[in-house]
């Protein structure tokens, strides 16, 4: 079985920064795309971000871009979501997700492997 473990939320004033991590196990994480989407009651999963298995190419919400940088450590088994200039907007559950495939990793439906969501809040 496949484990992802997001950290690193919290409750944070709108410009503030803020870094999610993601450690996988149970697979060769070096093997998966990862990406990063976010929910609010009520609307449905949002992509924010996803990052090859090598770490080559890297995708993004349009309300993100600028914004947000994710990054992976292979050595690590670790992906990161940085998340800079918060807004109150960016309140929602963060979820870490691992996918076979970088193809169309911008598509929640790509994605096999979920963890449990961290949320993040910001205040104005």
């Known amino acids: 079985q496949v484990h992802l473990v997001e950290s690193g939320g919290g409750l944070v004033q709108a410009g503030d920064g803020l870094r999610l991590s993601c450690v996988v196990s149970g697979r060769d994480f070096s093997q998966l795309a990862m990406g990063w989407f976010r929910q609010t009651p009520g609307k449905e999963r949002e992509f924010v971000a996803a990052?090859?298995?090598?770490?080559?190419?890297?995708w993004y919400g349009d309300s993100v871009k600028g914004r947000f940088t994710i990054s992976r450590e292979n050595d690590k088994n670790t992906v990161y979501l940085q998340m800079d200039t918060l807004k109150p907007e960016d309140t929602a559950v963060y979820y870490c997700?691992?996918?076979?495939?970088?193809?169309?990793?911008?598509?929640?439906?790509?994605?096999?492997?979920w963890g449990q969501g961290s949320q993040v809040t910001v205040t104005s």
């Open positions: 997700a691992g996918t076979r495939t970088a193809v169309g990793a911008t598509l929640e439906a790509r994605y096999g492997y």
């Open positions: 990052i090859d298995w090598r770490g080559e190419y890297t």
